[in-house]
């Protein structure tokens, strides 16, 4: 089979969180840049107006959808209009996630300095709306009996990760787990699901937190191909586990993270 052919997504509907910006952005331009009506959902709406239009303006299907993905009726509400108003959903992205700041080398990120309001609003963002997501898009795709989840996961929900906050490292590796549990459950209905696990990307995450050359100067010694990854070089995972390519691959965590979880 041709290479086009295998990641070839004409005509599929593919719904991302947190599309605005950062991997979710990439995840909506590689999908829009292949076929898919991309249904692009973020908090933020002046970047995801802006990218929504830039992005139709070159030609791509996509639309943009406000919505906060700790509003679980919302985000139920938005997974359920993109399926319904297209009569299909192929791929849903459960991408959205937010910072818990930093790790334990810092006072700040200490175990007795974890505030909980902010552990609430992680778990929030980072676990139970991907649950939410997981769990309406596989209600639409086992109806089909063919879909495509993909969670954004991270290395620091594989291995410990001194540089992230304690509800980022333990909401990242609760996903991995939620990932196998429903990939088992909805195996048997052709509904593919599984984790990308991204070492350190140049983002918006933690307010751009990597943009400042100390912190990524630390990111990038962590890293054995010793630099930062650009979200461009994220694209052919999110597509090839969303695509006909990938069409056997389910319940696994894929690290792409220039060697980190390797050493
Ligand atoms: N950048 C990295 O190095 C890295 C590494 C591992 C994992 N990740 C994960 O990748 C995912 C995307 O993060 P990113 O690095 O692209 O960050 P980013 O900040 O550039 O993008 C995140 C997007 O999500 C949106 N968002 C945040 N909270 C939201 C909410 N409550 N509802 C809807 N949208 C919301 C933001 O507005 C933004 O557009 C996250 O889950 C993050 O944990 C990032």
Redesign the pocket.
Known sequence: MKAADLFDVSGHVAFV??A?????LAMAEVMADNGAHVVM????PD?LEHHAERLSDAGRSVEGVV????DLDALRAAIDNAAESRGRLDAAFA????SAGPGYLTEAGRIDSVDPARWDEVVQ??LTSVFATVQAAARHMKRRKSGRIVV?S?IAGLKSEHLVGYAYAATKAGVVNLVRQAAMELAPHNVTVNAIA????F???AGGR?NDPEAARAFAEMVPMGRIADTTELQGLALLLASPAGSFITGTAIPIDGGCTAG
């Open positions: 969180t947190g605005a910006s950062g991997l979710g959902a973020d908090i933020n970047t919505l906060d993905v700790a991408n959205a996630g937010i963002v980072n954004t991270s991204p070492g350190p990307f983002t918006n995450i990597l």
